[in-house]
């Protein structure tokens, strides 16, 4: 198992996993995971789409990733240790939930997931020390940029912001208030940088410049 798919779940594995649990589904803003809570499961998400997060006393959040169909997440049940993030339906989403005793027996009897569990631990890692060296050595301006070119969806010969993702959540994403963001798309687009077409999406006009 190397390369890209060396922490994606097979199709064997995927059907081998969805025998071991139960299929579940959540509602829209429907909490799967709270920060703090018991780690005692493994999840796989099978249709939807859901937020990685932490949230402080004050209802701010700070998003670490989005998860697509296909990711599974919670693996940090193996330390026995509690949630260290919340997790939230952005979408009707459904998982499969597996009970912390049959994942520890099926990495006995499948090792090639114990390698991919392994894999998706190190990504998550590579993952968090991005996000924090983002936060201590790049501007808002800088996350935000990183964050438009990593999310625009290619269509034709245009470049477009997904309509779902608002200044709001960008501004959760990349550490900032809904404020900053704002202004910060307001000077791209005044500079010709973005611009809203007849679906009122932010379309890519030229390359956004790294800092302004």
């Known amino acids: ?22 299929a579940q589904w959540y509602g829209r803003n429907q909490m799967l995971i709270v920060e703090g809570d018991v780690s005692d499961a493994l999840y796989i998400l099978i249709a939807g789409q859901l937020k990685v997060f932490t949230q402080d006393s004050k209802g701010r959040e700070l998003v670490y990733n989005i998860l697509q169909p296909g990711e599974f997440f919670g693996e940090l049940f193996l330390d026995g240790g509690l949630r260290s993030a919340s997790v939230k339906a952005v979408v009707d989403s ?78 959760d994403r990349v550490g900032a208030t809904r404020e900053m963001i704002n202004h910060i798309l307001r000077d791209l687009m005044r500079g010709g940088f973005l611009a809203r077409d007849e679906k009122k999406r932010l379309v890519f006009t030229k390359m956004l410049p790294k800092r302004w």
């Open 1 to 22: 198992m190397h390369g890209e798919s060396a922490n994606t779940l097979s199709a064997e594995l995927l059907s081998q996993l969805a025998q071991c649990g139960d």
């Open 94 to 171: 459904q998982c499969i939930v597996i009970d912390h005793l049959a994942i520890r027996g099926f990495m006995k009897t499948y090792p090639e997931f114990a390698e991919c569990l392994v894999y998706k631990l190190i990504a998550r890692l590579r993952h968090a020390t991005e996000l924090s060296k983002g936060l201590a050595l790049h501007d808002v301006y800088e996350r935000t940029v990183d964050l438009l070119n990593k999310i625009a969806l290619t269509e034709g010969d245009i470049r477009v912001v997904p309509l779902t993702l608002t200044q709001q959540e960008i501004a």
